[in-house]
């Protein structure tokens, strides 16, 4: 914990974020938190790290949009807990409070934003809500599918040494390269490891489709 808190904190993007009134390091440690809290619940901890990690993730998505894919993974987590030997009642039940808990923390800020702008993921989905003069036509950055795969394949060597692509913001530690061939054999040995690329992959994966900025993946 000690070493991963280290490594963490060595990445020269975060110290400068750290040192600005850029949200992502309190977004970060949220989910952080909130990933903790829902492992602890997982591992026998009792419901009140359940309701702790739908408060800590519903206050990532009210500090960031980013937050919801969060919300939405540890969702799908509170429903599989427990393997094919849980009740699905006991499932429903949880996943039904966690949802609630969420749902809860998330109102009061996303209804403020839907009261002023009309849209509670303002300037998204404008298709649906309206646009605004935040709208500037389609994304700047449209890629087909496999350009998509390309910059996921590519984000790791990217946000180290290609500062220029991501607005010249500092970069990711290098230990972070070096460091993949050790993770791709704890995935194959350990299942939690597994688990742990794969929302990193999928979330790596997903905001390829924004534009480039290393500040959006820092929470991985």
């Given at each position: 914990?000690?070493?991963?808190?280290?490594?963490?904190?060595?990445?020269?993007?975060?110290?400068?974020?750290?040192?600005?009134?850029?949200?992502?390091?309190?977004?970060?440690?949220?989910?952080?938190?909130?990933?903790?809290?829902?492992?602890?619940?997982?591992?026998?901890?009792?419901?009140?790290?359940?309701?702790?990690?739908?408060?800590?993730?519903?206050?990532?998505?009210?500090?960031?949009?980013?937050?919801?894919?969060?919300?939405?993974?540890?969702?799908?987590?509170?429903?599989?807990?427990?393997?094919?030997?849980?009740?699905?009642?006991?499932?429903?039940?949880?996943?039904?409070?966690?949802?609630?808990?969420?749902?809860?923390?998330?109102?009061?800020?996303?209804?403020?934003?839907?009261?002023?702008?009309?849209?509670?993921?303002?300037?998204?989905?404008?298709?649906?809500?309206?646009?605004?003069?935040?709208?500037?036509?389609?994304?700047?950055?449209?890629?087909?599918?496999?350009?998509?795969?390309?910059?996921?394949?590519?984000?790791?060597?990217?946000?180290?040494?290609?500062?220029?692509?991501?607005?010249?913001?500092p970069p990711f530690s290098p230990?972070?390269?070096?460091?993949?061939?050790?993770?791709?054999?704890?995935?194959?040995?350990?299942?939690?490891?597994?688990?742990?690329?794969?929302?990193?992959?999928?979330?790596?994966?997903?905001?390829?489709?924004?534009?480039?900025?290393?500040?959006?993946?820092?929470?991985?």
């Amino acid at each position: 914990g000690w070493l991963a808190a280290a490594l963490f904190l060595g990445n020269p993007i975060v110290v400068y974020l750290a040192g600005t009134g850029y949200i992502e390091a309190g977004f970060t440690l949220f989910v952080t938190a909130g990933l903790y809290a829902l492992d602890r619940w997982r591992s026998g901890g009792g419901r009140g790290w359940l309701l702790l990690a739908a408060v800590l993730v519903a206050t990532a998505c009210d500090v960031k949009y980013l937050g919801l894919f969060f919300a939405g993974i540890m969702g799908i987590g509170v429903l599989l807990a427990g393997g094919r030997g849980r009740p699905v009642s006991a499932r429903v039940r949880d996943g039904l409070l966690f949802g609630a808990v969420c749902l809860a923390f998330l109102a009061p800020w996303y209804l403020r934003i839907y009261a002023f702008a009309g849209n509670p993921l303002f300037p998204y989905l404008p298709g649906i809500f309206g646009a605004s003069i935040w709208n500037t036509g389609g994304p700047p950055e449209a890629l087909q599918l496999h350009g998509h795969l390309v910059r996921w394949l590519r984000l790791p060597w990217d946000l180290v040494f290609r500062r220029d692509l991501y607005n010249q913001q500092p970069p990711f530690s290098p230990f972070y390269l070096a460091a993949i061939p050790v993770l791709l054999l704890g995935a194959v040995r350990d299942r939690w490891v597994r688990t742990a690329l794969l929302v990193t992959g999928a979330y790596t994966f997903l905001f390829t489709f924004l534009p480039a900025d290393g500040r959006d993946r820092k929470s991985v």
